[in-house]
Antibody, heavy 123, light 107 residues
Framework: EVQLVQSGAEVKKPGESLKISCQAT????????IGWVRQMPGKGLEWMGIIQPSDSEITYSPSFQGQVTISADKSISTAYLQWSSLKASDTAIYFC????????????????WGQGTQVIVST | DIQMTQSPSSLSASVGDRVTISCQAS??????LSWFQQKPGKAPKLLIYDASDLETGVPSRFSGSGSGTDFTLTISSLQPEDIATYYCQQYDNLPLTFGGGTKVETK
């Protein structure tokens, strides 16, 4: 089955680091980019950035550049989103997503989503 | 950045009603628009892409129209399982951007 499986919920303190994952199954990982989308509590969807698993080329949304790091390990078909120092405002659900067609084009249709990872940052 | 403005932000309708949601882009995005449905605690689900193409497996009561800056999602006959929040999203330019969402509830 073609799916994106994300790591479980996390509860962290401000200042801590965190790395969440998104494992692709059922398709050729390097043929599709993986993107990350943030949804803050009760709010809408915000695109954070995209990684090309074939060569780890990354495109960040300007709003998230320098705030997070996106990476991937093609040997285990997994993409990552990480923070070096969490803030309370990072509390959100984070989704990974994939385009409808195999492509390097970043302006294309998002079709497949992971189930989401809840991140709570609180003292 | 291209701003996507949805209206209304919420609506209440009866089962069987025709429901229309609007989405306006701040600049011409041709037909590069998708619609997603999101239920509480779930990931978004693709309904429509390229403004009017129905994703495989999506019921035919959903339809999309528009081009340029003005787009519409229509549910021809609202069903109980359609209760959700709906988002438009443009993919004409980076950064990819979403509308603020329309919450559909039943009367």
């Amino acid at each position: 089955e073609v799916q994106l499986v994300q790591s479980g919920a996390e509860v962290k303190k401000p200042g801590e680091s965190l790395k969440i994952s998104c494992q692709a199954t059922g398709y050729k990982f390097i043929s599709y980019w993986i993107g990350w989308v943030r949804q803050m509590p009760g709010k809408g969807l915000e695109w954070m950035g995209i990684i090309q698993p074939s060569d780890s080329e990354i495109t960040y949304s300007p709003s998230f550049q320098g705030q997070v790091t996106i990476s991937a390990d093609k040997s285990i078909s997994t993409a990552y989103l990480q923070w070096s120092s969490l803030k309370a405002s990072d509390t959100a659900i984070y989704f990974c997503a994939r385009p409808l067609y195999p492509t390097r084009a970043t302006t294309t249709i998002i079709s497949l989503w992971g189930q989401g990872t809840q991140v709570i940052v609180s003292t | 950045d291209i701003q996507m403005t949805q209206s209304p932000s919420s609506l209440s309708a009866s089962v069987g009603d025709r429901v229309t949601i609007s989405c306006q882009a701040s600049q011409d995005i041709s037909h590069y628009l998708s619609w997603f449905q999101q239920k509480p605690g779930k990931a978004p689900k693709l309904l429509i892409y390229d403004a009017s193409d129905l994703e495989t497996g999506v019921p035919s009561r959903f339809s999309g129209s528009g081009s340029g800056t003005d787009f519409t999602l229509t549910i021809s006959s609202l069903q109980p399982e359609d209760i959700a929040t709906y988002y438009c999203q443009q993919y004409d330019n980076l950064p990819l951007t979403f509308g603020g969402g329309t919450k559909v509830e039943t009367k």
